[in-house]
């Protein structure tokens, strides 16, 4: 029957169709995954469980830990927004568990704060104590959280050690000096972490290093999350994704997954070689997709994975502690009673 049709249907009548019916087939994939983030991901409303309240305040706290950490921490930076995460806070003890790991990181990071402007006699906004106080009301007693400070010696001190040391020892660094970072070891780095698997080995990686200043300076103005830090980026790494090496609409989020990889093995490629880097975002909407390609002269083909800023760490400085979540929380040992279950 195929081949009958073949044989009486002209090529582009069939590649007409074909090309209509995997269009149609990529398009309803896409409103698949849309409809789940949507009603999944908290861009429209707030779960019953917490969940996107926590990951709420988690990327609120994180952006204080980041000011405290800044080269040049800004005193009454980020008032706005601590009103926002100490509500959040005590929205969350209310509501659901006091005892929850990433409530209590987030308090103690608030107490960090107020500490830290009392330290440095800045008189923050009265409101903000007020709610400080409502949140020690509904918490109890809480102990300040304290970023970590270290040299340029103990932060590279493990880089060749077993991998439970070194991986340990990798963090974002938001601070370089003016020291140069021989493009050796950026070509290094990017050589060790071509062993990166790939799915069936297609390897849709590609690296672009940007070594003007006055273009990386363009570049992480438009990525906008790296102020305080991103001016003194010494080197620039962006990885996107090649399209042109998958075939089927199940490969649709492929790109993104072997670009993750990519991106974890060239930090710690980067880490061994004593260059530190803070990974960005490349997320866009299409507009801010157009204009970063645009600037980076980045191919239609590739898709934006994350960007890399990369410098050398001045002699001393502060890491944001981000803290993780607990072993428990985050795995699932399936009982075998469990997987008759799911298999029945
Ligand atoms: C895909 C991705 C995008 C990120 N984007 C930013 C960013 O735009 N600005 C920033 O300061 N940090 C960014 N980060 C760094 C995270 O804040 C950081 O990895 C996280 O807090 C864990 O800390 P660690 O890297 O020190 O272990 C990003 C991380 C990832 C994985």
């Known amino acids: 029957m195929k081949t009958l049709v073949k044989k009486w249907i002209p090529y582009p009548v069939i590649l007409f169709f074909k090309t209509h019916i995997e269009r149609i087939n990529l398009l309803r ?29 988690i990327r609120n706290y994180h952006v204080i830990e980041k000011g405290l950490t800044m080269p040049e921490t800004r005193l009454g930076f980020g008032q706005d927004r601590m009103l926002q995460l100490i509500d959040q806070c005590i929205r969350y003890i209310s509501y659901f568990d006091r005892n929850d790991e990433q409530i209590k990181h987030a308090s103690q990071v608030i107490a960090e704060y107020i ?25 109890g007693r809480i102990d300040a959280s304290s970023q970590i400070s270290i040299s340029r010696e103990d932060y590279f001190a493990k880089t060749n050690k077993s991998f439970l040391e070194f991986s340990s020892s990798r963090s974002s660094i938001r601070n370089y000096c003016n020291e140069e970072i021989p493009i050796q070891k950026i070509t ?53 994704a090649e399209l042109g090496v998958f075939n089927s609409v199940s490969e649709r989020n492929q790109a993104f997954i072997d670009g993750g990889m990519y991106a974890m093995n060239i930090l710690y490629s980067l880490h061994y070689h004593q260059v530190a880097g803070c990974i960005l975002n490349c997320s866009t909407d299409p507009k801010k997709d157009k204009e970063l390609r645009r600037v980076c002269g980045i191919k ?19 890491i944001a502690s981000s803290k993780r979540f607990s072993m428990d929380y985050m795995t699932t040992y399936i009982p075998s009673i469990r997987i008759k279950e799911l298999i029945s």
């Open 115 to 139: 500490t830290f402007h009392e330290e440095n006699n800045y008189q923050l906004n009265k409101a903000i104590i007020s709610k400080y106080n409502d949140l020690i009301l509904k918490y």
């Open 188 to 240: 290094d780095s990017i050589d060790i972490a071509r062993n990166t698997p790939s799915a069936c080995n297609r390897q849709t990686s590609r690296v672009y290093v940007y070594t003007d200043k006055q273009q990386i300076s363009k570049i992480l103005e438009i990525q906008g999350g790296n102020r305080g830090f991103g001016h003194l980026a010494n080197k620039l790494i962006i990885m996107t």
């Open 300 to 318: 239609e083909s590739e898709v934006f994975i994350a960007m890399i800023s990369c410098g050398i760490p001045p002699k001393t400085f502060k």
């Open 29 to 57: 994939a896409y409103l698949h995954d849309a409809e789940r983030f949507l009603y999944h991901s908290s861009m429209l409303q707030y779960d019953n469980q917490g969940i996107k309240l926590v990951a709420t305040i």
